[in-house]
């Protein structure tokens, strides 16, 4: 038996703000509903036993694939191609509103 | 209410890699003669960009591991941490999360050992910095430093007092510098530190603990440590319990502020970074990264001095990775000069970035056969001295050393001024 | 038309002067005038003159001289924009090349368009699109499938010689039935992602879409290999696809799977890969019953692991350095990123994620199981025919299940080759579904090569 999957609308709240994603009231409305849709069909994994099984995160079977400590020019991008797709930028760095930061580093 | 201090530290080194940790930029930021000049698709967080690592940055983090008696992992890998924030490009930083190249690990100082937690490998993020454009306040971001190897030194809550932690940094920091791997130039951010502090009455493990940020200095951080041991000491003095959260160091008032609560673990949701297949760390590799094992800080010292410089000069040479070189080389040329070549480093006589080591040895050479020659001109006026003088040579010779001034004041006086006191002393010493 | 012709008949034709690369272009060039705008199929076009100039500067004896394609909108190219069919990249434009492009480039072939698909791969109907919903040029009141479904459309067409999509949960293979042309999930790893946007990582794949087998195998050949930018590509050494296509495949084992033909499967869906099975053995292939239990697993582990890992790859786009704000995401994007963030946040993560890396591992030796009794495994491709426009992207169930025998294969990494095998009543093509193990896209290939020397489904294309 499924049970029924209950999102509050203050997860998603919660949710939005990890994700970064602005919401407004009507979208947040129509995800509440879809996420649980997500989550009861995805509950079906529950039916499964995978105690004895190992996880995947990787199907290549690669292991220890690395680069040599080589500086590689081809791909350094100019400070003009760097800053190409920027909405604003001054003097040669990308610019954001201020943000509030204790001197850090 | 007596109360112990218990503080761990966080340690953030840049590594001095050539390039940066996933991508072929040329990792140095700190010398950029521009922003945003070492940039590409990896490090910008372009979309389709992928990370490879850096095997160098690897093998340095393993090194420090084997320098400090880590176990180091047979697996290891990188997991993604999530957070938004504009010096960080992709939206999550490439750290380790449960898998570190290195587990444990010990460094001994006088007032007892540090153990270690861990160390790991992670990417460093871009420079912020506050300006006003156009009225307007505003972050410029600069992404140089983006990506660059970022080796994070957790230690267990052993450190007991700012003397313990002062010795305790340096320490690693000389062994990180022996081993070649970073300057640890904390005014270039190559060096970066975080404490953990709390007291406790009783020695267990109290249930708060206060995050200290912005410590720019071993001194700093031992100065944080005796402001919050009096600012704990007094809530606690309460009954109250300090809240846990994060303070900056201020080094203008010497002393921490509040800036946010910290709450249980933000909400990184790591996972595997599926760009990067996993790292098998056999013994083969192990063994290789050993032989770079690099004499570490006190057998440097005690090789120098046996070599016959003075300790105090070893510690200086210690500190200068081009002057150790230097000294390595001289070595191998002329065992016979290190003693003075090692003095002369540590006097500052030698200007050893632009003079070779076989250019000081050869000045240093027709120096004393100048002297020599110098000491053909000089032996028949130091003779002439002591034939000029035969009561004051025979009061000498009955053991009034102290005379030996007034001849050497003679000497150089005949000389017009222009004698070494050494040389002259030597000569007449020879002649007496 | 002269792109009905092979690519391999194009070749010669240049070769021996007998066909003019211009005129090809040239027709591609009237083929999206006429139908690209009214179909959505493409989302911006290369200026002709620019391409007709660049033609002239090109060495007549490259492999793939002179051919016109089009490029998913998810590849970063240096002459086009990359919008991935979102608003959020409305404006950019990548300062550097992806691997695949690259690579087609130095071959001689030249982008003449980027195709529209579902935002950021999200979708399987090519609806999720901020440049509009992509029609099926067989009934264009249906969805053209996706999210390749640009690309697909493109060659269907004949907007192109050829077209590189990008399958993460059956996003080449479910558009190449849609369309009625071949399509190929590679090996994971076999073609490089470098500069491809990242959609579901571990799952991504690169890969051709053309008229036939035998088209995709020429194209195959220059695409593949390892990249040194790529941590995950493969270093397997890349066979010559075109010269192992001539090597007839004898005596396959072909295994079909009573469960995956079961409920949910539309009947005539179901009778055509009967007819094809038949087909194989009349060209002496041996039929064999497997077992593989993993349809609904591997969908609701799929709808795990890739929002998981799309909620991840998207966080790049904070409209600092490129592109605009995060508000711009479409419905379907947004419930994606935001299940993907609730399935990795603390408290869930071992529930959701670990799980689902665990069903992989399951799912993994169940294949393993089934490839020791046969060497291909014939599936269905769609469970369903290509709804009406609009009925797939307002039910997410519905959407989520039209990935039902393409998220088996995605999870384990292998290949896939989708190829046309017939016609439904209502006259819209089917497709079927040939796996292999890793790496043997070679026999894929000349499985599916060896069965249209025989039919002529892939001949057809579209009335428009």
């Known amino acids: 038996m499924k049970a029924k999957v209950i999102i509050t609308t203050d997860q998603v709240k919660h949710l939005a703000k990890l994700a970064a994603l602005p919401l407004s009231d009507d979208r947040l409305k129509k995800l509440v509903g879809q996420i649980e849709t997500t989550f009861e069909y995805v509950q079906t994994l529950e039916k499964t036993d995978t105690t004895t099984l190992d996880e995947t995160n990787q199907v290549t079977g690669l292991t220890n694939v690395m680069r040599e400590d080589i500086i590689d020019d081809s791909r350094t991008f100019t400070q003009e191609q760097a800053l190409q797709n920027a909405k604003h930028s001054h003097n040669g760095y990308f610019v954001v509103p201020a943000i509030f930061v204790a001197e850090d580093n | 209410m007596t109360y112990q201090l218990i503080c761990g530290a966080e340690i953030h080194v840049e590594l001095k890699t050539k390039s940066k940790m996933f991508c072929g930029c040329q990792n140095d930021p700190f010398h950029a003669p521009k922003p945003n000049l070492y940039t590409c698709p990896v490090c910008l967080g372009l979309p389709g960009a992928l990370p490879v690592p850096n095997q160098k940055a690897i093998e340095d983090t393993i090194l420090l591991g084997l320098a400090l008696h880590s176990q180091i992992a047979k697996v290891s890998k990188f997991d993604r941490k999530h957070y938004f924030y504009p010096d960080l490009p992709k939206g999550y930083q490439i750290s380790q999360y449960d898998q570190p190249l290195c587990i444990g690990g010990y460094l001994d100082t006088s007032f007892g050992r540090v153990n270690l937690t861990r160390i790991h490998l992670e990417e460093d993020t871009a420079k912020l910095q506050h300006a006003t454009v156009n009225g307007q306040s505003v972050s410029l971001i600069d992404f140089n430093r983006s990506s660059v190897p970022l080796m994070e030194i957790v230690t267990e809550p052993d450190i007991k007092s700012p003397e313990m932690a002062k010795e305790f940094l340096k320490g690693l920091r000389d062994i990180i510098r022996a081993l070649g791997i970073a300057d640890c130039d904390m005014e270039k951010g190559g060096m970066r530190l975080e404490a953990n502090i709390s007291l406790t009455k009783d020695g267990t493990l109290p249930h708060y603990k206060v995050e200290v940020k912005n410590i720019n200095s071993f001194r700093f951080f031992a100065n944080s440590l005796d402001y919050e041991f009096q600012r704990q000491s007094e809530i606690l003095d309460k009954g109250e319990i300090p809240a846990q959260e994060t303070r900056g160091y201020r080094s203008t008032s010497n002393l921490t502020v509040s800036q946010r609560t910290k709450e249980d673990a933000a909400d990184y949701r790591y996972f595997p970074d599926p760009d990067i297949p996993p790292l098998i760390i056999d013994s083969a590799w192990v063994s290789t990264i050993q032989q770079r094992l690099r004499k570490l800080p006190n057998q440097i010292i005690t090789d120098l001095v046996s070599a016959g410089i003075t300790e105090s000069a070893a510690k200086i040479i210690l500190q200068d990775p081009d002057m150790l070189t230097f000294i390595t080389q001289v070595k191998i040329l002329d065992p016979k000069s290190v003693r003075t070549a090692g003095n002369d480093l540590a006097n500052k006589k030698i200007d050893y970035h632009q003079i070779t080591p076989e250019a000081y040895l050869e000045a240093k050479k027709s120096n004393v056969q100048n002297q020599i020659s110098a000491n053909s001109q000089l032996e028949p006026l130091v003779r002439q001295v002591l034939a000029d003088n035969p009561e004051l040579v025979a009061q000498y010779r009955a053991g009034k050393t102290g005379i030996l001034g007034f001849f050497v004041g003679a000497v150089i006086k005949n000389t017009g001024g222009k004698a070494d006191p050494r040389t002259v002393t030597e000569l007449l010493k020879k002649n007496l | 038309m002269l792109l009905d012709k092979s690519i391999l008949e194009l070749l010669t034709g240049y070769k021996n002067k007998s066909i003019d ?59 086009l924009r990359t919008t ?143 990249d040194v930018y790529d941590g995950t590509s493969a270093p397997h050494e890349v066979p010559d696809y075109n010269l192992e296509l001539t090597k007839t495949p004898n005596k396959l084992k072909i295994g079909i799977a009573p469960e995956m033909f079961g409920a949910g499967l539309d009947q005539e869906i179901s009778n055509n890969a009967q007819d094809f099975a038949s087909k194989l053995a009349e060209l002496g292939h041996q039929l064999i019953d497997i077992s593989l239990p993993v349809a609904e697993i591997s969908d609701a582990a799929y709808y795990i692991l890739a929002p ?127 796996v292999g193990k890793k790496f043997s896209e070679s026999l894929l290939l000349g499985l599916g090569h060896q069965y249209q020397q025989v039919t002529e489904w892939h001949t057809r294309s579209p009335q428009l």
């Open chain 3, 308 to 434: 998981s890992e799309t909620s991840s790859n998207l966080g790049r786009y904070d409209g600092i350095r490129y592109g605009n704000t995060r508000d711009l995401f479409t419905q379907e994007s947004m419930r994606r990123i935001m299940v993907g963030t609730y399935e990795l946040s603390s408290g869930y993560y071992d529930a959701f994620y670990r799980k689902a890396l665990k069903i992989r591992t399951l799912l993994i030796k169940t294949f393993q199981k089934a490839f020791e009794q046969c060497d291909v495994i014939l599936l269905p491709e769609n469970p369903i025919m290509p709804p009406k426009l609009g009925d797939l992207i307002s039910d997410p169930l519905a959407n989520m299940l039209a990935d039902l025998y393409n998220t088996p294969v995605s999870l384990i990494g292998s290949p896939s080759l989708v190829i046309p095998s017939g016609f439904h009543k209502n006259g819209l093509p089917i497709g079927v579904q040939l």
């Open chain 3, 21 to 79: 690369p211009v005129d090809v272009i040239n027709e591609a060039y009237g083929q999206i005038d006429k139908y690209s705008s009214k179909l959505n199929t493409l989302i911006t076009v290369r200026d002709k003159q620019e391409v007709l100039d660049f033609l002239k500067t090109l060495d007549s004896s490259l492999p793939l001289y002179g051919l016109p394609y089009i490029l998913k909108d998810s590849y970063a190219t240096t002459e």
């Open chain 3, 84 to 226: 991935c069919a979102s608003k959020i990249l409305d404006n950019y434009l990548s300062p550097y090349d992806a691997t695949v492009h690259k690579k087609l480039k130095e071959a001689g072939a030249i982008l003449i368009g980027k195709g529209n698909q579902d935002a950021w791969g999200h979708g399987a109907s090519t609806e999720n699109s901020d440049y509009g919903m992509g029609k099926n040029p067989w009934d264009p009141t249906r969805v053209v499938g996706g999210s390749s479904g640009g690309p697909a459309a493109a060659v269907a067409t004949r907007m192109c010689a050829f077209a590189i999509g990008e399958d993460t949960g059956g996003s080449i293979r479910n558009p190449a039935a849609w369309n009625n042309i071949s399509g190929l999930r590679v090996t994971y790893g076999r073609v490089s992602r470098y500069g491809c946007v990242a959609y579901a990582s571990s799952m991504d794949t690169v890969g051709p879409f053309g008229k036939t087998a035998a088209d995709l195998a020429i194209i195959l050949k220059v695409i593949a290999g390892p």
